[in-house]
C-alpha cells in the first residue's frame, strides 16, 4: 500500500481506480490467505522497508521479495532480499 497510497490524506480513492482496486484485492487476499496486513489505519503502517526493520518482521535468514528497488536494504539485517517489478 506504501506506494499508491497518499501519505498526507491516506484515502485509498485519491490515487485512482486501478490502485483502489489493487488495494482491495491485496485486503482480501491477506484475509483469505492469513498474511498479516500493516494496512492503512495500522499503526505501524508505512513504506516496507522502513517498518519491517522497525517493527522487527525482517529477521536474519529470511527470504523477503517485495515490490520496491529498495527491498535489497533488509539484507542489512542478515535476509535475503530481492527487489522485484516492472521493467
Do not use: W
Not at 506506494?3 to 485509498?12: A, C, E, G, P
Not at 482496486?21 to 492503512?40: P, R
Amino acid at each position: 500500500m506504501d506506494h499508491n497510497v497518499s501519505t498526507q490524506t491516506k484515502d485509498i480513492n485519491a490515487s485512482g481506480e486501478m490502485a483502489r482496486i489493487q488495494m482491495q484485492e491485496l485486503i482480501k487476499n491477506c484475509k483469505e490467505f492469513g498474511v498479516e496486513l500493516y494496512d492503512l489505519n495500522h499503526p505501524f503502517q508505512g513504506i516496507v522497508h522502513v517498518m519491517g526493520p522497525e517493527q522487527g518482521v525482517t529477521l536474519p535468514g529470511m527470504t523477503i521479495v517485495c515490490g520496491d528497488s529498495h527491498t535489497a536494504t533488509h539484507g542489512a539485517f542478515g535476509a535475503l532480499a530481492f527487489g522485484i517489478g516492472t521493467l
